[in-house]
């Protein structure tokens, strides 16, 4: 069976629900349903809202190279 969300894609509404934005809101800009959501959240629980993104190496580096003033 095919799913619609990849599990990336669903902590990221959890996040972002985390960090403020409504329910119905997310529901409705993403195509799911409110019982959808709570399903997410009971399987995958609650997210801290500090938890963001990871960054890979690749970004660390250009970021501190831009940082310092240094062209790669």
């Known amino acids: 069976m095919r799913r619609r969300f990849s599990k990336a894609q669903i902590l990221g509404f959890l996040r972002e629900a985390a960090a403020g934005t409504p329910i119905l809101d997310l529901c409705w800009n993403h195509c799911f349903s409110r019982s959808t959501f709570h399903a997410w959240k009971a ?7 500090t938890q963001g993104p990871r960054r890979t190496r690749d970004a660390r580096g250009a970021t501190a190279a831009v940082d310092s003033g240094v062209a790669t």
């Open 43 to 49: 399987k995958y629980g609650e997210l801290p809202c």
